[in-house]
């Protein structure tokens, strides 16, 4: 009799776990536009995004001409994917064969095989550090709470901006940080400081609370928003 239920217990938790696993796939897939709605888009893009988009496509195409019946992914064929979707922002719409999480799985994957093969003669973080051109900072004397504030913006800085882009160089780094930055200190509200921001600008005036005359600003290529007055 329990053998009975503990079997039926665990059919019930299966289905339970196929559910909650289609359901996650349902939302985290792109829905697939129509033929009407993605011909009046395209009408409206640039030229060198539909290149690039119908590059990402045909690189598609001959992974699944090979003949296999799963789709094989050599390292080049995701290395030029990732360098296709770093220059496409609506990548993840043309992504079919496998999901947008994969490929940015690939992209921090490529990242972290390039620093392991800078970092291989050296063990230590600071002689890593030193080799990188990064300047160490020391924890100032007395101040317990320097490195819970350093590893809270670090945590900030890879969910809200590292996660979601693809970076080709330091170069594109340095971008990205510099935007993010200027965005995390004096646009992004701190709960910390009472949803103020830690570089406060002008003082708005009464009128900013109206709906009426507010516009957004895109940071990050719409990733983040600021919001200002019109002019």
Not at 52 to 81: M, Y
Not at 104 to 132: D, E, I, M, N, Y
Not at 158 to 186: S, T
Request: proline share 6%.
């Amino acid at each position: 009799m329990l053998a009975h239920g503990l079997a039926r217990l665990r059919r019930f938790a299966r289905r339970c776990i196929d559910t909650v696993r289609a359901r996650v796939c349902a939302w985290t897939t792109p829905r697939p536009r129509t033929l009407a709605t993605g011909l009046a888009t395209d009408l409206v893009r640039r030229r060198h995004d539909l290149l690039l988009e119908n590059a990402f496509l045909r690189q598609q195409v001959i992974v699944l001409s090979r003949g296999s019946k799963r789709p094989t992914f050599t390292p080049r064929d995701r290395a030029l994917l990732v360098l296709l979707a770093s220059r496409l922002r609506t990548w993840a719409s043309a992504l079919l064969l496998v999901q947008p999480e994969t490929l940015l799985r690939w992209h921090r994957g490529g990242f972290r095989l390039l620093w392991r093969r800078k970092s291989a003669p050296r063990s230590r973080s600071s002689q890593l550090a030193a080799a990188s051109g990064i300047a160490v900072v020391r924890t100032p004397v007395r101040a317990p709470r320097a490195n819970a504030v350093c590893e809270r913006f670090l945590r900030s800085v890879r969910r809200e901006c590292l996660d979601h882009v693809l970076l080709l160089g330091e170069a594109h780094l340095r971008r990205n940080l510099g935007a993010y930055v200027a965005y995390f200190n004096r646009a992004r509200p701190h709960q910390g400081l009472g949803q103020r921001v830690p570089v406060p600008g002008v003082s708005p005036g009464a009128a900013r609370h109206d709906a009426d005359g507010i516009i957004a600003v895109p940071v990050l290529g719409g990733l983040h928003h600021t919001y200002q007055r019109a002019a």
